[in-house]
């Protein structure tokens, strides 16, 4: 789909396109698209660190800007059938085309923002909240687009002082340096795989990984005092199994109407 969206002709205008999975809701509707596009320096992929240390990003939210980089790398993702039924799906193919552009995310070691600030012992949110530069890639924190977190705080996104990591130039190297490996292996595992993050989410709340993923949505909804339809209360207790035609059906019932 976005793809077809990159290809498409009478979409020229179109500055950016923004994908968001269907278990991922805005929380924070005083945030703006162009805020997150102007911090992350208008690159032409915004995309958010994983939740987790064992991948660099999430595809669950991302920005693609229109440009001839984003048809080329989409596609060549896309052309990557063997990664359709591989761990992280997606996620790896792209992380593999990111490679073979050589845009180094690879080279930045501890990459996730919340490791680099455990494992320096600090509480400075600018790690927490910072921006990766690459070539054509801005890696937010997850708190921004792909926070799983339940936590409630609230932060203002527009006073933060981010945190800039510019790949480009040459980042400080302290980020770097193998200190924070084992080097008990030959294939050196990072010692901080079990590292969690509860910063809040800051614009998008994206349970990934959970298992009943709309009770979270519910649940989280209603912690931030949003409000939740009834009918969407009445599907979380519905227990629906994930079948189109069961989904369709409620759908139909609820939302339809019917002018006959």
């Not at 921004?144 to 790949?167: A, G, K, P, R």
């Not at 969407?232 to 409620?250: A, C």
């Amino acid at each position: 789909m976005l793809l077809n969206y990159l290809n498409d002709k009478s979409l020229q205008d179109v500055d950016y396109f923004m994908w968001i999975d269907a278990d991922a809701i805005i929380i924070n509707d005083l945030i703006s698209l162009d805020d997150i596009v102007n911090k992350s320096k208008h690159k032409k992929l915004i995309i958010s660190e994983d939740v987790n240390t064992c991948c660099y990003v999430n595809a669950g939210v991302l920005l693609v800007r229109n440009c001839e980089w984003s048809r080329s790398f989409w596609t060549d993702v896309w052309n990557n059938s063997n990664y359709f039924n591989v761990k992280h799906y997606e996620q790896s193919a792209i992380i593999k085309c990111l490679r073979m552009r050589d845009e180094g995310l690879n080279n930045l070691k501890p990459f996730h923002s919340f490791v680099i600030s455990t494992e320096s012992n600090t509480e400075n949110a600018t790690n927490r909240f910072s921006i990766k530069l690459f070539p054509n890639v801005a890696v937010v924190s997850h708190c921004l687009l792909n926070s799983n977190s339940i936590c409630t705080t609230e932060v203002d996104f527009n006073s933060i002082d981010i945190q800039y990591y510019d790949t480009i130039n040459k980042i400080n190297s302290s980020t770097q340096s193998n200190e924070y490996y084992s080097t008990s292996s030959a294939k050196r595992k990072p010692n901080y795989m079990n590292v969690k993050d509860m910063s809040p989410p800051l614009f998008i709340y994206h349970p990934a990984g959970c298992s009943d993923k709309l009770k979270y949505l519910l649940d989280y909804l209603e912690r931030v005092n949003i409000y939740v339809p009834e009918t969407l209360k009445r599907l979380d207790k519905m227990k629906l199994n994930r079948s189109k035609s069961s989904i369709q059906d409620f759908i139909t019932s609820n939302y339809v109407r019917d002018d006959s």
